[in-house]
């Protein structure tokens, strides 16, 4: 097993895989239980490290943590010595004196995670890179997929909107096209990263051409705090051309799914008719998310003394 995950790029198709089978496993091993809990990471610390807000991630990685009855700290950037100006590694010497066995870090630079594993000796999480990558999500929404359509090779997958500033896209990508899917990727030629030709996934500016064919659809929030500038002349717009709507979603087939990572901006790229629709799995991967950290945990941490 991988010590770190830190990119998508990090698990192969078997590792992938088996990381999917094990949240399957605790999913039912939890099921089954009184009380939600197993023993184990029991001895274990696990440190959430987060320079950025969050509400899903945070929340589910120390659930699942404390789920598989390890110690978790939790470590916000706001109130501790990094308001201070402490440096990211001075923090990560403080973890490892602490004795962390992994440390769960987002943070608004790419490439911080990467930093991290450098300094400490336990197993570092990626859970969100500036707009790099944020892989328990891919895996997250992998799972979903499979659970809701009961596989992923050869899947048509639509991923919509911001995929300029979305460290969920590629993430998605790189997991998806591992795992046999196809992606591609819809959203405003503004939108899009340079390089993106690149990436294994196909790209088109047109949804209603695309709908048609996709067995997913996966919508992106429009990432406000990240532009720097006018990406498209207004929200209204936007959401005509990228929005998806209840018209729009009958477009799909009928056993498509729409997802979308949270949180959503109601509205703006998806209406509140589509996000409570049947099709949609966005409270399914909430909870998908605790049994996929889960596993990522237990098989990081669970090899080790
Ligand atoms: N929650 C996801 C992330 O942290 C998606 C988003 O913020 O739009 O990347």
Not at 157 to 178: C, Y
Not at 281 to 289: K, L
């Amino acid at each position: 097993m991988i010590r770190h995950l830190l990119s998508a790029a990090d698990l192969d198709a078997a590792t992938a895989t088996f990381v999917l089978d094990t949240a399957r496993e605790m999913d039912a091993a939890m099921s089954n239980r009184e009380v939600k809990k197993l023993p184990t990471l029991r001895g274990r610390t696990v440190v959430n490290l987060f320079y950025e807000d969050s509400t899903r991630t945070r929340i589910s990685f120390e659930a699942a943590a404390k789920r598989l009855s390890a110690d978790v700290i939790n470590f916000s950037a706001k109130g501790s010595s990094v308001s201070k100006g402490e440096s990211l590694k001075d923090t990560a010497l403080t973890l490892q004196a602490m004795g962390a066995d992994a440390v769960v870090v987002r943070h608004p630079a790419s490439g911080a995670p990467h930093r991290l594993a450098h300094w400490v000796n336990g197993s570092v999480l990626n859970a969100g890179d500036g707009t790099h990558e944020h892989p328990t999500q891919a895996l997250l929404d992998a799972y979903t997929m499979r659970a809701r359509l009961g596989r992923l090779a050869g899947l048509n997958v639509a991923i919509v909107g911001d995929v300029l500033h979305s460290r969920v896209a590629r993430s998605n990508v790189l997991l998806l096209h591992t795992l046999g899917a196809k992606v591609t990727l819809v959203a405003p030629p503004t939108l899009l990263p340079v390089g993106v030709g690149a990436w294994p996934a196909e790209t088109s500016y047109h949804l209603d051409a695309v709908l048609p064919d996709a067995d997913v659809v996966m919508m992106l929030r429009v990432q406000r705090e990240r532009m720097d500038q006018a990406y498209f002349p207004s929200a209204r717009e936007y959401s005509r051309r990228y929005g998806l709507d209840a018209a729009r979603m009958r477009r799909l087939p009928d056993h498509a799914i729409v997802m979308h990572p949270g949180p959503m901006n109601r509205g703006m790229e998806i209406t509140p008719e589509v996000a409570d629709s049947p099709r949609s799995t966005i409270v399914e991967q909430v909870a998908n998310g605790v049994s996929v950290r889960m596993a990522v945990l237990y098989l990081l941490l669970g090899g080790k003394s």
